[in-house]
């Protein structure tokens, strides 16, 4: 492996035990930014707007209907991708910039892959799949430090003074943009993720706790941090009408500490 463009942190060879067979842990490489970005958009966004009760219409509304939500859609995640890729990029070149922050703790960005022949994408949705070279991405998450106020990264709630600096001493790691491609879920990914982040801060960055956000009600999200031992976090929440403008879902703030990671990262 190797330091990117970026600071993105590389997954050491003798480290492709950690995933699964068939599938494979590596880093993000700064080429693959949009990449991931158009992932994790695709993610949260595909399914964003569903038709209901679709015997009720007339076919020629579906007719007019379908090809308007698609295009609604596509627009969606086209906007949130490039809004992941900006994030991506200026908190890893942030991170860099600020002489308080060790090079150590610029943001690491894990994807899970396969090869398209490994025969394991069988489940059938409108998801489309991504690629990077020959690979299948079937997961993606994003670990750096945040001051644990519980205040979501980049959202303009409450901005830092440009001559107040991030003192690395007052950070935690940070987990954000878990996903999974649905093809793969129900595979257990999503836990595995999470567990490569708090080896790598654990082992990497010598951490005790991990913090994340995750939203209320998102059941298959919260039986894994649930399982992984992450309890509610005490934090002042945003208010309901800033929530409602920017379009915030109602999120808990989790932690867990002690780490005791089932991986080692070194």
Not at 22 to 45: C, G
Not at 51 to 56: A, H, P, S, Y
Not at 175 to 194: E, I
Request: proline share 9%; charged share 25%.
């Amino acid at each position: 492996g190797r330091v990117t463009a970026l600071g993105l942190v590389p997954v050491p060879r003798e480290q492709a035990a950690l995933a699964p067979a068939p599938f494979r842990l590596q880093q993000l490489e700064s080429p693959d930014v949009p990449v991931a970005a158009r992932f994790v958009a695709e993610a949260f966004y595909r399914d964003i707007v569903q038709l209901q009760d679709v015997n009720e219409w007339a076919d020629w509304e579906l007719a007019i209907l379908r090809p308007a939500l698609r295009c609604y859609i596509e627009a969606v995640v086209q906007t949130a991708a490039m809004d992941y890729t900006s994030g991506i990029t200026a908190r890893s070149n942030d991170r860099l910039e600020q002489p308080t922050l060790d090079p150590m703790y610029a943001s690491v960005c894990l994807m899970l892959t396969c090869r398209e022949d490994d025969g394991v994408h069988d489940k059938q949705c409108e998801t489309p799949l991504t690629r990077v070279g020959d690979e299948l991405v079937a997961a993606f998450v994003e670990l750096n430090v945040q001051e644990p106020d519980g205040e979501l990264a980049g959202l303009p709630v409450r901005p830092r003074p440009e001559d107040v600096p991030l003192v690395l001493e007052k950070t935690e790691p940070y987990v954000l943009s878990l996903s999974v491609h649905p093809a793969f879920r129900g595979r257990g990914l999503g836990r595995v993720m999470v567990q490569a982040c708090e080896a790598i801060a654990s082992e990497r960055w010598g951490k005790d706790c991990v913090y994340l956000h995750v939203e209320r009600g998102n059941v298959p999200a919260e039986r894994i941090y649930d399982a992984l031992g992450y309890r509610e976090a005490p934090y002042k929440p945003m208010p309901g009408w800033a929530r409602r403008v920017l379009g915030v879902p109602d999120l808990q703030y989790r932690c867990k500490r002690p780490l005791v990671p089932d991986l080692q990262y070194r």
